[in-house]
């Protein structure tokens, strides 16, 4: 599969294999969906152990990378159904980069794009994708981190606090 490069501006700069680009660190356009449910509580999965890269570590709803040539939110809410076996509308965030390498000669470098959504529903994971998930408050999942930060993923240690950030200046607060 190949997945879009971009500047720091998110303008797109070529394609590549997404092995190549993880390979060689190049920034690419990326997105990340975080799902609540009514009560406020926060959907995590724990990622499928034999994942290319942060297997058996929890992140949040999904992420993923649109494809050249499709709408990054159109994406989401299809990748949302493929690894959650659900859909709800999304709405656009924020979006933030990072670089995160890993320990198996990856790295991550991505523009990533940031979605929210709610949903109360049945949940069916796609087990390639997920081996568990689970709801939990914003308190639990920041008190998680601290005590046991090695049990996320890298992008999610630094999408949650910017997560955090925008839900209170939504609530007003």
Request: proline share 4%; with cysteine; hydrophobic share 35%.
């Amino acid at each position: 599969m190949d997945v879009i490069l971009v500047d720091e501006q998110d303008v797109q700069t070529g394609t590549m294999e997404k092995m190549e680009v993880h390979q060689k660190a190049l920034l690419h356009r990326a997105f990340s969906v975080f799902i609540f449910n009514e009560k406020g509580e926060m959907l995590l999965h724990r990622r499928a152990d034999r994942k290319y890269h942060s297997g058996g570590l929890w992140t949040n709803a999904c992420c993923s990378h649109p494809k050249p040539g499709e709408e990054t939110l159109v994406a989401a809410e299809a990748r949302l159904q493929e690894e959650m076996g659900f859909h709800v509308p999304l709405k656009k965030a924020f979006d933030f980069v990072y670089k995160a390498p890993f320990d198996n000669g990856l790295t991550e470098h991505e523009f990533d794009h940031v979605f929210i959504g709610t949903y109360d529903g049945e949940i069916s994971p796609n087990m390639e994708e997920v081996s568990d998930y689970c709801f939990k408050s914003t308190e639990e999942i920041n008190s998680s981190i601290n005590s046991h930060p090695q049990k996320y993923t890298e992008w999610f240690k630094i999408a949650f606090p910017k997560m955090e950030a925008y839900l209170q200046k939504q609530s007003g607060n």
